[in-house]
């Protein structure tokens, strides 16, 4: 194989569609020339010329053989090396498999940004769970010791109270002045003595004035006050009337007439006093 067979092994393939396109720059040129032609010719005038030529030669001879070339070898065949097929997928396949590539994508993205957001809002849930469960033992603590608090507060009221009530008892059993078989809590009696009645009535008795005859035995209950020293305070009143208004009036006037009564054996005077008096048959 000579070098030109190599060249044209390895040559480029020749350019598609070289003869169209010189064909028709021919024809672009021929049109051309016949325009230009056309636009010189109509401005001369049309020149007749007349001439005559006369060949002649003086002994015939006959012309050389022309020169003939070889014809030219003919070319070896080219062989073109071409590369593997490759799989050709079509512009709509392209573009639909990107479409679910991209869909594939948008939806694990979507994914995970719900996984993110479903831990999140676990993580916070089980944060406030915890806050609320140490705000409850918090909130117990507290009650706990809130009750504990009022608990001891009341013992120590119960035995303050029973404190000051021993030591009332105490004082008063050291301060009593009731016989040794009086039962009574209280440091003195607080009513009057057995005899005190009777000595009121021998006061206020001789001061009733009632002449007229009464029938049967009413009885009139009244009630005045006293002063500490023993004067008799603001008016007496009726308390229970004896039916006998006579009567009634006539012992009211005796206490106020009275204006004083005597003390009692332990020198005391009773605030109130409450009497019953009925008539003294002759």
Do not use: C
Request: proline share 8%; charged share 30%.
């Amino acid at each position: 194989m000579n070098a030109t067979a190599d060249r044209l092994e390895f040559a480029p393939p020749p350019t598609p569609g070289l003869a169209r396109a010189l064909l028709l720059a021919i024809a672009v040129h021929a049109l051309l020339m016949v325009a230009l032609t056309a636009g010189l010719s109509w401005r001369r005038e049309a020149e007749l010329v007349s001439a005559e030529a006369e060949l002649w030669s003086a002994v015939p001879s006959e012309a050389a053989p022309k020169l003939l070339e070889p014809p030219p070898l003919p070319a070896p065949p080219v062989r073109r090396v071409e590369s593997p097929a490759e799989p050709k997928v079509a512009n709509a396949d392209i573009a639909i498999e990107r479409e679910k590539q991209r869909q594939l994508h948008d939806k694990e993205q979507q994914q995970k940004k719900a996984q993110l957001e479903l831990n999140k809002k676990r993580e916070q849930e089980k944060r406030d769970k915890e806050r609320k469960l140490a705000e409850d033992q918090r909130l117990a603590e507290q009650e706990s010791k809130r009750k504990e608090t009022l608990a001891a507060q009341e013992r120590a009221k119960r035995l303050e109270t029973q404190r000051q009530e021993n030591i009332k008892r105490l004082t008063g059993l050291a301060n009593a002045s009731g016989t040794s078989g009086a039962s009574g809590s209280a440091t003195q009696s607080s009513g009057p003595s057995a005899s005190y009645g009777a000595k009121l009535e021998a006061r206020i008795r001789p001061n009733i004035v009632f002449g007229d005859d009464t029938a049967g035995n009413p009885r009139a209950v009244v009630l005045f006050n006293a002063a500490p020293d023993g004067t008799i305070v603001g008016k007496p009143r009726l308390k229970t009337p004896s039916g006998n208004k006579g009567w009634d009036d006539a012992v009211l006037r005796a206490i106020e007439k009275t204006e004083s009564i005597p003390r009692d054996i332990d020198g005391r005077v009773p605030a109130l006093v409450e009497m019953g008096f009925t008539p003294k048959r002759q």
